[in-house]
Every structure is written in structure tokens, then in C-alpha cells.
């Protein structure tokens, strides 16, 4: 049996204004009174964990102890199958200091090219991480699995999304509306495991 958020304040574990907006909106029915370690000016930790479960623990529980707060911390990248599911926890660092994905999925592609690889197949994964300062933790995973597309297509998604495509579709991520991306992804998915165990109303 999970563990309940039982209310009041909620960390979350990141320092991207954007997430945190987004995850507050997702978890206002809830009780969540949304704060961010931005906000609080916690230190970032290292992440150096193996997978995406093991890095989103590493941030929440670094939160959650520093805070004194219930902390959540979600880790996601991309996974490309014929790339031994590269570059999978180090998704960001492929885009460099700049965070330029251009770059990244230009590194994708040439990899994709050296090796010859028909198989074009890949998938989007989500951890999510609910930490208490006594140090227990909740974690949620969620996928979606589609294909590489080139050249880039699309320009409402953020990170790989122009040269995905969600199995099912003909459109990549970027091309798709909000709120149709919004349901269906990898995120989306982990928030709904996240929700029903920890925060579902009796």
C-alpha cells in the first residue's frame, strides 16, 4: 500500500519554471500547495544514478531532506532502441551546457547513419519520485513507445520531440496539439500511477 500526501506544502524538486508550473497545475485538485527548490534555493544535486527511477530518488529525497517537506521529482528522456537505448538517463547532457536539442538530435541521426540501423524504434520514459524528509520514497514509471523521424518536424514540443513519433500516429510530438500530447505521454502516464496511488480522494 503507497504511502498518502496527506497535503500542505509539496517541493518541487527542480529548478525549471516551467515544469514546475506544470506539475502544480496537474496536482492543484489534490491539496498541493506547489513550492519549487528553485524557490527555495536548494542546491542542485548530482545525478548520477543508472536509471530514471534511480536519479528522480537522488532529487527528491535531496529535497525532501533539505526542505523538511513531502518533494517530488520526475527524470524522463529518450530511449533509442538500436543506440542500446542511448541516450536514455543522459538525454539532456546530449544537448551540451547550451541545452541545444538540435544538436542532440543531430546526434541521434548520425549515429542512427554510422551504424546502418533499420530499426528506427524508441521510446519517451517518465520517472516519478515522491520522497518524505524520513526518507521513504514513492516511484511511478511511465513509456511511450514510437519511432526516429528525419528531418525534424514541428515546433510546439520541447527537447526530442520534432523527430519522434508515438506509435499509432503519422505526427511527431511537436506537430501534435498540447493537449493531445498531454495525454498520451510518457509523463502522463507516471502522473496517473503517481495520482491514484498517493493522491486519489478515498
Known amino acids: 500500500m503507497a504511502r498518502k500526501f496527506e497535503g500542505g506544502k509539496l517541493v518541487i524538486a527542480s529548478h525549471n519554471p516551467g515544469k ?22 536548494l542546491p542542485e544535486p548530482v545525478e548520477d544514478g543508472e536509471t530514471f527511477i534511480a536519479n528522480a530518488k537522488i532529487k527528491a529525497l ?23 537505448n542511448e541516450p536514455g538517463v543522459l538525454s539532456a547532457r546530449w544537448a551540451g551546457p547550451g541545452k541545444d536539442f538540435s544538436v542532440a538530435m543531430q546526434k541521434i541521426e548520425d549515429a542512427l ?10 521510446h519517451f520514459a517518465c520517472a516519478l519520485t515522491l520522497a518524505w524528509p524520513d526518507g521513504h520514497t514513492e516511484s511511478f514509471e511511465g513509456r511511450v513507445h514510437g519511432v526516429m523521424v528525419w528531418p525534424a518536424r514541428g515546433d510546439k514540443g520541447f527537447g526530442y520531440d520534432p523527430t519522434f513519433v508515438p506509435n499509432g500516429f503519422e505526427v511527431t ?4 496539439e498540447p493537449q493531445q500530447k498531454h495525454a498520451m505521454s510518457h509523463r502522463a502516464t507516471a502522473f496517473k500511477k503517481l495520482v491514484a496511488a498517493c493522491f486519489a480522494n478515498d
Not at 517537506?69 to 543506440?83: E, F, I
Not at 547513419?113 to 524508441?122: C, G, I, K, L, V
Not at 510530438?173 to 501534435?176: L, Y
Open 113 to 122: 547513419n554510422s551504424t546502418h540501423a533499420e530499426d528506427r524504434s524508441a
Open 173 to 176: 510530438f511537436a506537430q501534435m
Open 20 to 41: 514546475v508550473r506544470e506539475i502544480g497545475e496537474l496536482l492543484a485538485p489534490y491539496g498541493a500547495d506547489v513550492i519549487s527548490a528553485g524557490g527555495l534555493g
Open 62 to 84: 535531496a529535497a525532501a531532506k533539505a526542505s523538511g517537506h513531502v518533494a517530488l521529482a520526475d527524470d524522463s528522456g529518450l530511449c533509442v532502441h538500436a543506440l542500446n
